[in-house]
């Protein structure tokens, strides 16, 4: 993601993106194509000790979210997963969308879950 920020919001707006991104790896490009032209690369949360007083436009372009494997979730957690989100209304297919991205378990299985009949 690319974002264009100005001096006087830059650090509010460093503090937003680790609260609603996460702390990701972070390049911040101060005064692109001047004389004074300045890349910082680093994470997120560290950019505010480097840039205390900020001067000039700043360009953000901030990492995607890593696709770490993590742990598979156990078919106890899915299933109480998937009863959450039932009552909630949401669809089986987008259900099977959503929770394959966070649980590890495929897709296929996940909706075959959503529209067993128990």
Do not use: N
């Not at 996460?22 to 690369?41: M, P, S, V």
């Not at 949360?45 to 995607?64: H, I, M, Q, T």
């Not at 998937?82 to 299985?109: M, Q, T």
């Amino acid at each position: 993601m690319i974002f264009l920020e100005t001096p006087h919001r830059l650090l509010g707006s460093l503090e937003d993106l680790v609260s609603v991104l996460g702390d990701r790896q972070i390049a911040l490009a101060r005064e692109l194509t001047k004389l004074h032209e300045e890349i910082w690369r680093g994470i997120a949360s560290e950019a505010p000790l480097y840039f205390k007083e900020p001067r000039g436009e700043f360009v953000l372009v901030v990492a995607g979210k890593s696709k770490e494997k993590s742990e598979k979730w156990s078919e106890k957690k899915l299933l109480s997963a998937i009863r959450r989100e039932i009552k909630a209304g949401g669809s089986p297919s987008a259900l099977a969308a959503k929770l394959a991205v966070d649980s590890g378990w495929p897709r296929r299985d996940i909706y075959k879950l959503t529209t067993r009949r128990e």
